[in-house]
């Protein structure tokens, strides 16, 4: 069965440190991945996609950026964090384009 | 550009009642509509998943219907149970040739008392 992993669970970081989340799938190949972001008083925005190692689409500007170095993992960066990078952090795959999400447990990041 | 939108925002109910969430969307050419349930402080559990071409999805006590045409779905829960409060989203679909794009609503806040 497929598992999908995300660390750290939470983080406090001061404004304008870097920051790395991670995320990773087990029991598929080639997914299709996906960086979310719930921020308070706000629904779910996505963030970023990739189909493919090396492919990210960005869906709104901002001080994040995303890597896929490996089939299975997708990575959420900045060198320098603001305050309203603050927030729920999730990341989750699809096994094809029009197919069933599924997210991860998610990353609390709070900017201090 | 895609508007999805949860009524109520908020609902609570007694134990055992059957209850209806409702959602809408501005823009009827989806790919799909999915249902998730997120507890507090936890990520999305996927529900229900209900393609374009379909008009309702059914899982143990929940039953998901989709209008596509008028921009509507509803998420129907039978004999309600403590164990189902939680925060109830639904989402929408926008394939672009580069992946699946999701629009969520900002959730329904569930909560089924004893």
């Known amino acids: 069965s497929q598992t999908i992993h995300q660390w750290p669970a939470t983080l406090v970081q001061p404004v304008g440190s870097p920051l790395s989340l991670e995320c990773t799938v087990e029991?598929?190949?080639?997914?299709?991945l996906y960086w979310y972001r719930q921020a308070a008083g706000r629904g779910l925005q996505l963030l970023f996609y990739?189909?493919?190692?090396?492919?990210i689409s960005s869906e709104v500007p901002q001080n994040l950026s995303a890597s896929r170095p490996q089939d299975r993992q997708f990575i959420l960066s900045s060198k320098k964090l603001l305050l309203s990078d603050s927030g729920f952090y999730l990341c989750?795959?699809?096994?094809?384009?029009?197919?069933?999400?599924?997210f991860g447990p998610g990353t609390r990041l709070t900017v201090t | 550009k895609q508007e999805v939108t949860q009524i109520p925002a908020a609902l609570s109910v007694p134990e055992g009642e059957n209850l209806v969430l409702n959602c809408s969307f501005t823009?009827?050419?989806?790919?799909?509509l999915q249902w998730f349930r997120q507890d507090p402080g936890k990520g999305l559990t996927s529900l229900l998943l209900?393609?374009?071409?379909?008009r309702e999805q059914t899982s143990g006590r929940l039953n998901a219907s989709l209008d596509k045409s008028s921009g509507r779905s509803t998420l129907y829960i039978a004999a309600s149970q403590p164990g189902d409060s939680a925060t109830y989203l639904c989402?929408?679909?926008?394939?672009?040739?580069?992946?699946?794009?999701?629009?969520f609503g900002t959730g329904t806040q569930l909560k089924v008392e004893l």
């Open positions: 989750a795959w699809s096994v094809t384009e029009g197919s069933e999400q599924y």
């Open positions: 029991g598929t190949s080639n997914p299709n």
């Open positions: 990739s189909v493919g190692i090396g492919q």
């Open positions: 823009d009827s050419a989806i790919y799909n």
């Open positions: 209900i393609q374009s071409s379909q």
């Open positions: 989402a929408v679909s926008e394939v672009t040739g580069g992946g699946n794009k999701l629009t």
